[in-house]
């Protein structure tokens, strides 16, 4: 698939069936690890969920959730959050590890989005479906303790995958033009500031 095709008809999919080879979930975050990453950190880690892991999972996050709520609507809270790992048959976890630098720190989670964009590029051009989902399920010390993950750690994803998308996704409008600043002026002359 070309590029600029794969990106304009990449579309968000919730729900998705179909399981996905090992090895194509291994291509994909191979993909991923091409995105830009300055001074090749590569702070990136990938938590791959399949079959009974999601379920356990969703158990560890419907608790959690339903932990917070008010005791007469927590069985409800319970039932829906813990069913939402099952959206798909793959769940990829795209996290990071912060530096205690604040400039790495920020260089590395920008660099970790552009994977997650790479991941789901190279999903779609392999005609699997895919949603990159978030929530306060991404700040749980338990859900990343579960996962294997420090505390401190940031997941900037929750890559729902799958081979047969459930759901139609319809693309949003973009107004690219609103988003659009030139500034194609000649250059200052010698000796002139710019106007403020």
């Known amino acids: 698939m070309e590029t600029l095709e794969a990106i304009r008809t990449r579309r968000t999919v919730g729900k998705s069936t179909g399981d996905i080879p090992r ?7 191979e993909a991923a690890t091409w ?3 300055h001074k090749l950190t590569q702070p990136w880690r990938f938590t791959v969920l399949t079959g009974a892991a999601r379920e356990r999972l969703g158990e560890v996050w419907g ?10 609507a927590q069985a409800s809270v319970l039932a829906g959050e813990s069913k939402k790992p099952l959206r798909a048959p793959a769940l990829i976890v795209v996290s990071l590890r912060t530096d205690t630098n604040p400039v790495t ?3 590395d989670l920008t660099a970790t989005a552009a994977a997650v964009q790479n991941l ?3 999903a779609h051009a392999k005609g699997l479906s895919a949603a990159w989902k978030t929530g306060k399920i991404v700040y749980n010390v338990e859900v990343k303790r579960f996962l294997g993950l420090d505390p401190s750690d940031r997941i900037i994803a929750v890559v729902y995958l ?6 139609e996704s319809t693309p949003r409008t ?5 988003s659009i600043t ?4 000649a250059p200052l002359a010698a000796g002139a500031t710019s106007p403020r």
């Not at 799958?162 to 759901?167: F, I, K, N």
């Not at 030139?182 to 002026?185: A, Q, S």
């Open 174 to 178: 973009r107004n690219v033009d609103s």
């Open 23 to 29: 090895e194509t979930i291994r291509e994909l975050i």
């Open 120 to 122: 789901l590029l190279a």
């Open 162 to 167: 799958g081979a047969v998308a459930s759901e």
């Open 63 to 72: 608790r959690e959730a339903a932990a917070k709520v008010d005791p007469a």
């Open 35 to 37: 995105a830009p990453n």
């Open 105 to 107: 720190a920020e260089e």
């Open 182 to 185: 030139w500034l194609d002026e």
